[in-house]
């Protein structure tokens, strides 16, 4: 019997994976890679494809998740990849899944991951955690996300941000990650929830990548112009 590992691959700099991703990479027999459109590429796979060892000749199998909010389109998906993913494990394959950053956050792994738990409970699991966007961005900025007594909210912008008010009112540092197209729509509700104009206010898109884009500056100096129209941005703002 083989296994399954996913693997999490960092936010973008192949230099960004532990030692252990970069092992079991470089033994897989079968790399999964994750892509939302039948025919396009894997960004997770783009982040690692140098690591690859050639000489082995992994296969390569892109699993195609939509970026949908139909649940019965999204449960079909998750059911249809887990049942790939089992059938290529039960050969006796060395099986890695990639994931962008960290597998447990906001990653099509945790959909997999649970399929496989509840209907292939025979496959042995393994997972191996990844440098989180987050905190990649923070490094870049130069800013700590928390300290002290200071509390943190991860926010997905591209759901409904009633909540996101309420939330900032007993927080000190808000992140927002999925689709920046989504970012300029909090920046009244901050203030209203008393986050003053002299608030860090730090956003990014394609961070380590050569594309990437990093700003800091005070949430005072926001404009609309401030804003990157990209899914893989973040955006955080720090209570002053
Ligand atoms: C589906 S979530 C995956 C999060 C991922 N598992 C992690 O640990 O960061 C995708 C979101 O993560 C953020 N993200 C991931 N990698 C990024 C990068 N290199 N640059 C900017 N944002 C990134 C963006 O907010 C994007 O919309």
């Not at 973008?12 to 790399?31: F, H, M, Q, R, Y």
């Not at 905190?135 to 900025?141: N, Q, R, T």
């Not at 961070?207 to 609309?224: M, P």
């Amino acid at each position: 019997m083989g296994e399954i590992t996913c693997v999490g691959c960092g936010p973008g700099d192949p230099e960004l994976l532990t030692v252990k991703a970069v092992k079991s990479i470089k033994n897989a027999d079968v790399i999964m890679c994750p892509t939302s459109k039948e025919g396009k590429d894997s960004i997770a796979y783009s982040i690692i494809s140098t690591l690859v060892d050639e000489t082995k000749k992994p296969e390569i199998i892109n699993l195609v998740f939509p970026m949908v909010k139909d649940k019965e389109i999204l449960e079909d998906t998750w059911e249809r990849n887990a049942r790939i993913i089992a059938e290529v494990v039960r050969t006796g394959k060395n099986v890695v899944y990639l994931t962008v950053g960290d597998p447990s956050l906001y990653s099509t792994w945790i959909y997999v991951q649970r399929e496989l738990k509840s209907k292939y409970s025979d496959i042995k699991i393994n997972v191996i955690p990844g440098i989180v966007s987050m905190f990649a961005f923070a490094s870049k900025v130069g800013i700590s996300i928390a300290e002290g007594n200071e509390t943190m909210a991860v926010i997905p912008a591209c759901y409904d941000l009633g909540r996101v008010k309420e939330t900032a009112k007993n927080c000190d540092t808000m992140i927002f990650l999925k689709d920046g197209r989504y970012f300029d729509q909090v920046i009244a509700l901050l203030r209203e929830a008393g986050f003053p104009d002299t608030s860090l206010f730090a956003i990014a898109q394609d961070v380590g990548t050569d594309q990437e884009i990093v700003r800091k500056l005070t949430l005072g100096e926001v404009t609309k112009d401030t804003f990157t129209t990209k899914y893989f941005s973040i955006m955080v703002v720090k209570r002053a």
